[in-house]
């Protein structure tokens, strides 16, 4: 099975992304897990990717296929983020799928969602949500449930 070449996880809660980690190694789907705990963080690292204001030589530095989004962060907001992702270049985004993972069913925050390109999931991720996800967008690249 062909591995993504990475996920971010955005998440305030630590041990959200402790558990969302712990899931996706599990399930194998990619070696490089980045964790982030406010947009500010995550947007500054997609930032430097975009354009290439990093050593390609370091591992620990990748363009992520799936990053899994919260809403309700301090410092910077999933919102906030997604405001801002849409702004780096066209071609960078291209082949990212952008998850929003939360807690909230508001319908003002899935309507504020659906104005991006972004698929909206509430927590908790499963490897049942994590299967059709990967069986959606990234077909030729399907997990072995565990």
């Known amino acids: 099975m062909k591995k993504l070449s990475g996920i971010l996880l955005i998440d305030d809660d630590e041990t959200t992304n402790f558990l969302n980690q712990r899931l996706l190694d599990r399930m194998q ?5 980045h964790t982030f705990v406010n947009g500010k963080q995550a947007f500054d690292y997609l930032y430097n990717v975009s354009n290439n204001n990093y ?9 992520p296929e799936l990053i899994f989004l919260d809403i309700n962060m301090p ?3 999933g919102f906030e983020l997604l405001e801002l992702y849409n702004r780096l270049d066209a071609e960078f985004r291209k082949g990212i799928v952008m998850v929003v993972l939360t807690t909230s069913t508001h319908p003002q925050d899935t309507d504020a969602v659906n104005k991006y390109a972004a698929e909206y999931i509430t927590k908790p ?3 049942d949500k994590l299967d059709k996800l990967m069986r959606k967008y990234f077909p030729s690249k399907q ?3 565990v």
């Open 29 to 33: 789907v990619t070696e490089h897990i």
């Open 75 to 77: 410092v910077m907001d």
């Open 55 to 63: 050593d390609p030589s370091n591992a620990g530095y990748f363009k």
């Open 143 to 145: 997990t072995d449930k």
């Open 125 to 127: 991720l499963t490897a």
